[in-house]
Each structure stands twice: as C-alpha cells, then as structure tokens.
C-alpha cells in the first residue's frame, strides 16, 4: 500500500512569511499533484510534476519533486490571506492514475 | 463548460437505508473516479471507470458498494444497507488526460 506522509498538518502564519509543505513516502510515484480544497468544495489542481528534480512555479508558489520521486514539496512566498485553505498532495501510480492523497495541511494566513 | 457536478450535496440517513450518489462527469471525459474521505483521514480511492467499464474497484470498501456508469455519461454509487462507517464526503471526478483530475464539490453523507 502506498502511503504519502504530509507536514505539517496544520500551519498559521502572518501575511508576507515564507512556509514550506512537505509531501513523503517510501514509494515511487509516477507523478506528483498538489491540488487546493476550500470548504464545501473538491480539491482543485495546483500542478502536476512528473520528473525526479523538476521544478514548477505557479506565481508565488514552488513545487518540486524529489529526484527519486517519493517526496515533493510545496513553497510559498510571502503568504497571502488568499492563500488560506487545505493543500493536499497526491501521487499517481502510473497508467490510469489511480491517485493516493496525503492528509493535507491546512494552512491559516493571518492578515 | 460546466465542471463535475455531483447529487446531492448532503443526504442524512438512518443506518440500514439505501443512499444513491450522482456524479456528472465533465463532457467527454472518459474516465471518472470515485474517493472518499472520512473524518480525519486521507481521500481514498474508491474506483474507476473508462467510459463504462470498471477499470479498477480495488478500493471498493466491500459487497455493500455498487458503482455503475451507464453509457459511459453519469456514474451511481449505490450504498446499500449502509452503515454509520459509511458516513464522509464522496468526491467524483473526471479527466479526460491520465495526470488531471478534475474534482466535483462532494456529497457529505452522513449515517446515524
């Protein structure tokens, strides 16, 4: 079974800090997604990396996946209130994609 | 275009009783996936269909779970009879390339 472990869990920062999201597991992963979920709605995808060291930026938000493919991180610079919600991590598993979610980290921006 | 749509959005109800889920995928994608997530825990995967045939129901929970996709257009997910470990949010999504998942906004059910 494939497991990805997420951290931190839960994240409170002040408008204009940097905070960083990891995303490990000790198995290989075809691909990497992040996606972004507000209350009473899906999950919405961010990015979606797919070779070991790539590096995707999204305005103030940079993704990278390991070079072995089992971790990912998410950065963000100079947090925004907008940026407040529940980021998730998932990995693909090849072919059809069958994805395994992390737990999310739930991140608070405090103005 | 309109996005995944799902019915309905909560449904309460007692355990033992039957609960039908809808999901609408997006127009043309031909593969849609079930999840769900309990409180607490991680979104898990359920099953998927390509167009109308099951691809992959290993997260199935059990024999109290019947998924189907008439047409290869809208998808069931038939809970019958269910149980208070039912209760979480039933996500569904589409896509129509293998890495992007579009995601519907859920039905919180909920079993007492």
């Known amino acids: 079974t494939q497991l990805l472990e997420q951290s931190p869990q839960f994240l409170s920062i002040q408008e204009g800090e940097n905070l960083t999201v990891y995303c490990n597991s000790s198995s290989v992963f075809s691909s990497l997604q992040w996606y972004r979920q507000e209350p009473g709605e899906g999950p919405v995808l961010l990015v979606t990396v797919v070779t070991g060291g790539e590096v995707k930026k999204l305005k103030r938000l940079t993704f990278q996946f390991g070079d072995a493919r089992k971790d990912s991180s998410l950065h963000i610079t100079a947090a925004q209130p907008g940026d407040t919600g529940l980021y998730l991590c998932a990995g693909g598993d090849g072919g059809y994609q069958k994805v395994t979610f992390g737990i999310g980290t739930k991140l608070q921006v405090i103005p | 275009e309109a996005g995944v749509t799902q019915f309905p959005s909560h449904s309460v109800i007692e355990k033992g009783q039957t609960v039908t889920l809808r999901c609408d995928p997006i127009?043309?994608?031909?593969?849609l996936y079930w999840y769900r997530r309990v409180m607490g825990k991680e979104i898990k995967f359920l099953l998927h269909?390509?167009?109308?045939?099951?691809?992959?129901e290993s997260g199935m929970p059990n024999n109290r779970f019947l998924a189907e996709r008439t047409g290869g257009t809208y998808s069931t997910l038939k809970v019958q009879p269910a149980e208070l470990e039912d209760s979480g949010v039933y996500f569904c999504a589409s896509s129509q390339e293998t890495y992007e998942q579009y995601f519907g906004p859920g039905t919180r059910l909920t079993v007492t």
């Open positions: 269909f390509v167009k109308e045939s099951k691809q992959d």
């Open positions: 127009s043309g994608h031909d593969n």
